[in-house]
């Protein structure tokens, strides 16, 4: 099964106590990193799949997010997410690693993956932004725009609940418990700006790493999936599923990832 172990950091001077789920084990690791409004629960049965026996793996909940504490949620940000991620790594001594990030988490993935472009096997990106049209959740704290990170919260919750998305009442009904309100406007504006204006498609397509972009087929109409596959990156539609396959397809999440590593290691 897994463990689980909280970690004592500290990030651009903030104080963490970081939650995370690990398992040892001997083939290549895998860092998984979740989204907005999620926790590193979304990846807890990797230990039921067979696929993954003997695959070392961490997941962990970003900060201002599920069971980890930090102690300034208005410093959080995608560059703070990632500086994060490095520390987990170098706490658990992974050097090389195969790479999956769901939306939030998959920004954040981008954007290690960029930076550090030798250390990850491979990278499965799950929705995770590289066009500035991937903001329809983040863009909201500029479309509904709020002084009292509350009572935008409030109202994110309260849209969501009601959007014509697969999972999206489950993903509602969970947003008060898994996220702290404080920490929403600076995650939010970190990835609409790095959205809008950092190039995230050119980094994507640029790293030297095999790559998927998984998708459900809710989100098929997004304007450059055919750019990607003619790019060579993978493509991976989840039937009956918007941006949550996590919750709406598990099983074919699982096992589109697992075909996608098995696939890098052959090669």
Request: charged residues 15%.
């Amino acid at each position: 099964m897994f463990s689980e172990l909280k970690l004592p950091l500290t990030v651009e001077g903030v104080a963490l106590n970081v939650a995370t789920l690990r398992r040892e084990g001997e083939r290549a690791p895998i860092l998984f990193l979740h989204g907005f409004g999620s926790t590193k629960e979304d990846y807890a049965d990797i230990v039921l799949h067979p696929a993954f026996n003997g695959h070392p793996f961490v997941a962990y909940d970003a900060p201002g997010c599920g069971e980890t504490q930090c102690a300034d949620l208005s410093r959080i940000s995608i560059a703070f997410l990632l500086e994060t991620a490095l520390q987990v790594l170098a706490h658990f001594d992974i050097e090389r690693f195969h790479l999956v990030g769901h939306s939030m988490g998959g920004l954040t993935a981008l954007m290690l993956a960029h930076h550090f472009p030798g250390r990850v096997l491979s990278f499965v990106d799950i929705e995770g932004n590289v066009a500035p049209e991937d903001c329809f959740l983040s863009r909201q704290i500029v479309d509904y725009p709020s002084g009292d990170p509350e009572a935008f919260f409030t109202a994110f919750i309260e849209r969501a609940r009601h959007a014509p998305a697969y999972a999206s009442g489950l993903y509602s009904a969970s947003l008060r418990h898994k996220v702290r309100a404080g920490a929403v406007p600076g995650i939010f504006h970190s990835m609409v700006e790095l959205s809008d204006n950092a190039d995230l498609m050119g980094k994507f397509l640029g790293l030297p790493c095999p790559r998927m972009f998984m998708f459900g087929e809710q989100n098929a109409s997004l304007s450059y999936l055919s750019h990607l596959q003619a790019e060579g990156i993978r493509l991976a539609p989840i039937a009956d599923c918007g941006h949550f396959p996590m919750y709406s397809n598990p099983v074919a999440m699982w096992q589109q990832i697992a075909d996608f590593q098995a696939s890098v290691v052959a090669e």
